[in-house]
């Protein structure tokens, strides 16, 4: 009888380059239990497989077998991902989804052009929002805006809706212009009540311009709690938009230079108070990896980065905290609950404020929309998914709404507005501290942001 040979079908060659594709390994670890739908903001929202972690694991999967191209529907999907991470969160198998995504981004952008209108749309964002002095002198005509009145009247007027919806969304999205503009933070700032560390600061680009404030009082909170700072000067942008939105190269460089301005500060430990910046400076060892100049010093760097949370917890309070008879919803930032696994610490910190009631909310694992710019580049998904958050804030009967990154607060401010109720404050965890420290009374820190 003659004997039959079984011819294996070649393999067929990935649809990914050959640069950092992601790892077959990685997919691997996805075994499809679904775990992660309920988590996943666009299932929530639409219900379609391709728009769930479990389904753009599947088309990775299959794009590396060579067996789906990457084509404009991939890209679709990719794009549609907030990269909000929740699914880590959810996901009992321990998927690196961040890796998984982060690897897939600078592949659609290398190999699946966009339109005219898309590309350029883009190009005017990473052009202007990772530069600090770009973005202030952009705040200039949008102070004159705001503080002549005009803002108030086009937006009453409904004359904005006729702008193209991204731009219609970037209006709705704009910051309060302060009128620290243009003050800088001091390169060092001294400990008080005897030193216990030394720590570098990260200054942020929109946290900088617009939210100085923030880290004015993070700066105050260090020294009470005796942290002498350095806020190295001159710093560029961390490349959390870049990473989030497949511009490898752009990224990379911007973190060669984070690390080597922070390598001369000689510091203990980076303090960050923006989540999303915060996930990135922890991965750059991954964005760095096969970079033999850089892998190592990327690796000590991110060993060094913490959330101001954490380095407020890393020793006992020195300074007591005074009452704040106050109630506040406190809205998770996604790149510090799901990204970097900071949950409790905020809470810890903000339930050692006397008299402060902290209302927990629903769906508090559910993303706010706001996701580095995906309000800006997807603003109808954003708006609902906003809108639902602030629903479920407002049901906690707060006063205020704390968050822990910009562009959640700026999320919320729009969702507010939306809702016809711009008159309820947002802060920053850090701020309600700092109050505390100061003896600042709830009259008094309500009247400060409105």
Not at 194 to 218: D, I, P, S, W, Y
Not at 399 to 406: D, F, M, R, V, W
Request: glycine share 6%; charged share 20%; with cysteine.
């Amino acid at each position: 009888m003659a004997h039959l040979t079984q011819i294996a079908s070649p393999a067929k060659p990935s649809s990914f380059d050959a640069h950092n594709p992601p790892s077959k390994d990685l997919l691997a670890d996805c075994v499809h239990c679904g775990f992660c739908l309920p988590a996943c903001p666009t299932y929530v929202l639409w219900g379609e497989e391709m728009d769930s972690p479990r389904g753009r694991i599947y088309m990775m999967a299959k794009a590396s077998q060579g067996e789906a191209p990457l084509d404009r529907n991939f890209r679709l999907h990719m794009d549609n991902c907030l990269g909000c991470m929740a699914c880590m969160t959810a996901c009992p198998s321990g998927v690196q989804y961040n890796k998984l995504i982060e690897d897939t981004r600078p592949q659609v952008e290398r190999n699946i052009p966009r339109t005219a209108d898309d590309s350029a749309f883009r190009s005017l964002l990473f052009a202007t929002f990772p530069f600090a002095n770009r973005l202030r002198i952009m705040a200039l005509p949008m102070l004159v805006y705001q503080r002549t009145g005009l803002q108030k009247l086009l937006r009453a007027s409904g004359l904005l809706k006729l702008l193209p919806q991204r731009f219609a969304a970037m209006e709705a999205l704009l910051p309060t212009v302060p009128d620290s503009l243009f003050h800088k933070l001091p390169a060092v700032t001294a400990a008080t009540n005897g030193k216990r560390l030394r720590v570098g600061m990260l200054a942020g680009c929109v946290q900088q311009v617009f939210f100085q404030h923030v880290n004015e009082a993070t700066l105050r909170v260090l020294s009470a709690e005796g942290y002498e700072v350095v806020v190295p000067q001159h710093q560029s942008c961390c490349g959390a938009l870049m990473v989030h939105s497949g511009i490898e190269d752009e990224a990379r460089s911007l973190a060669r230079k984070m690390i080597a301005l922070f390598e001369k500060a000689d510091v203990d430990y980076i303090v960050i108070n923006a989540a999303g910046c915060g996930s990135t400076m922890k991965e750059y060892e991954h964005l760095l990896r096969d970079d033999p100049a850089w892998a190592a010093r990327a690796k000590a760097f991110s060993a060094k980065c913490r959330d101001i949370s954490e380095i407020l917890l890393l020793h006992p309070p020195q300074q007591t905290r005074n009452p704040l008879p106050l109630r506040v919803a406190y809205q998770d930032a996604c790149h510090l609950r799901h990204a970097q696994g900071i949950h409790a610490e905020p809470r810890s910190l903000l339930h050692g404020i006397p008299q402060l009631d902290v209302a927990e909310i629903a769906e508090a694992n559910l993303c706010c929309g706001s996701a580095g710019v995906y309000n800006l580049l997807h603003p109808a998904p954003a708006n609902e998914l906003g809108d639902r958050k602030v629903e479920n804030l407002l049901a906690a009967k707060a006063q205020a709404l704390i968050s822990a990154n910009p562009g959640c607060l700026l999320q919320l401010q729009a969702g507010l507005r939306r809702r016809g109720l711009a008159q309820i404050p947002t802060f920053h965890m850090v701020e309600l501290i700092d109050a505390s420290i100061r003896g600042l009374t709830a009259d008094e820190l309500l009247n400060r942001r409105n």
